[in-house]
């Protein structure tokens, strides 16, 4: 944990607060505070800031606050993921908002199990704790969004105007003429990116796509499971297109 993420609600108005939950139990069994000691902290979707521990009991402790004027940037990138199975979702919430996806937009395609959504997995109440630890572990404060859309071609033909406004649309398709490297032009404003299921997308949807402004693109000759295609496609884009 490299960030104790905080809401607005646990400050009393002279911006302390008392935690008796895993995050006192971070603090006293892992990084050992004692009184005087700070520890970052940030405002969940706010700005970062410093905690000065005022107490330490055996199950307690006591911060007071500080934060900086402004909130760090809201990650740019966006991401369509045709959902995966379950514990490949699992292992997935943290990572992504570890790597900074703004946008989480779930869905729907022809190779994924219909099952696949009837899972807790896919529940805020499940996904909400393991993107807070993603965000404490990379030091941002930003949640992403997350929206479950389950057709497919309703979401690319009419909803996607509203839950993404990017210009730079991407595609990772493994038999792609071109690699992701290979685009010179770096984005000033977001960029939506779409990552299939284990097999890939079927020809309809690649075509769907290719309608509606998504380039496909390639990220190297090794055809991937969905979670390592996941973080090297999130990290690829985030490295050429948005530095």
């Not at 606050?65 to 966006?78: G, I, K, M, N, Q």
């Not at 959902?83 to 022809?110: D, E, Y």
């Not at 075509?207 to 190297?220: I, K, N, P, R, S």
């Amino acid at each position: 944990m490299n960030l104790l993420l905080l809401k607005r609600t646990e400050l009393s108005d002279d911006s302390t607060l008392t935690l008796r939950d895993k995050r006192a139990e971070h603090l006293i069994r892992v990084l050992r505070v004692s009184s005087g000691d700070h520890v970052r902290v940030g405002l969940l979707n706010g700005p970062r800031g410093t905690g000065r521990v005022e107490s330490v009991a055996s199950d307690q402790v006591v911060l007071r606050c500080a934060f900086e004027d402004a909130p760090p940037p809201v990650s740019r990138l966006d991401l369509i993921l045709a959902l995966p199975r379950p514990k490949v979702m699992k292992r997935l919430w943290a990572q992504l908002a570890a790597l900074g996806v703004g946008r989480i937009i779930l869905t729907n395609a022809a190779r994924v199990e219909r099952n696949y959504f009837d899972t807790h997995v896919i529940d805020p109440d499940f996904y909400t704790p393991l993107l807070i630890e993603g965000l404490q572990q990379a030091q941002d404060t930003h949640l992403p969004e997350v929206s479950l859309q389950r057709r497919f071609k309703l979401l690319i033909e009419d909803d996607l105007a509203t839950l993404s406004d990017a210009p730079l649309r991407f595609v990772a398709h493994p038999t792609a003429k071109t690699s992701v490297a290979e685009i010179s032009h770096s984005a000033s404003g977001r960029v939506l990116l779409a990552i299939g299921p284990e097999g890939g997308w079927v020809p309809f949807e690649l075509e769907l796509l290719a309608e509606h402004g998504f380039t496909a693109v390639h990220f190297g000759a090794r055809t991937l499971r969905s979670d390592t295609a996941c973080i090297a496609a999130i990290a690829t884009v985030t490295q050429f297109l948005m530095p």
